[in-house]
């Protein structure tokens, strides 16, 4: 992913937040922010017909050293192009990539009702740690988040 691929990548990120069962956000930064606080490896995009349909990134889930290695993973897939396999292969190539960049645990936090998304991550090593209930408020109703990780096999081993 880079700087030229952000509108389509706002563009599918803002169609993942008029769902309510993507993100609490409720609105997409500017590219500038988005960049700052996103990992800049790795970040990728998939392509179909010279079209961006699908996107991942990393964030640091903290600036404290002790969590250098750990990121929470974002993926989002056109509507129009789900279920083909599209944000499997974001996400596997999201964790090979990972590994090189150092990240020895991925951890995701997504909405119970995002049956889905729960079943693409358990589906590429991601196991259910628990659920966190009322984590968040979102236009005023509480919502829990299950939150799943991969711990690396060759990253933070030793």
């Known amino acids: 992913m880079a700087a ?16 309510g069962q993507a993100t609490f956000e409720t609105e997409v930064a500017n590219w500038k922010n988005w960049d700052n606080a996103h990992l800049v490896s ?20 903290s600036t404290r050293s002790v969590y250098a290695g750990v990121a929470e993973v974002s993926v989002y897939v056109d509507a129009e192009m789900r279920g083909r396999g599209i944000g499997s292969s974001l996400l596997k190539a999201l964790v090979e990539k990972s590994e090189r960049n150092g990240i020895w645990t991925m951890q995701a936090s997504i909405f119970p009702e995002n049956a889905a998304s729960i079943s693409l991550h358990q589906a590429c090593g991601f196991r259910e740690v628990g659920t966190r209930e009322r984590i968040g408020k979102m236009k005023g109703r509480w919502r829990d988040t299950v939150l799943l990780e991969r711990r690396s096999k060759l990253v933070g081993v030793d």
């Open 4 to 19: 030229k691929d952000w509108e389509p990548v706002r563009s599918i990120y803002l169609a993942g937040i008029a769902t």
């Open 42 to 61: 790795p970040r990728l995009v998939a392509v179909a017909n010279e079209k961006v349909v699908g996107w991942a990134a990393l964030s640091p889930v």
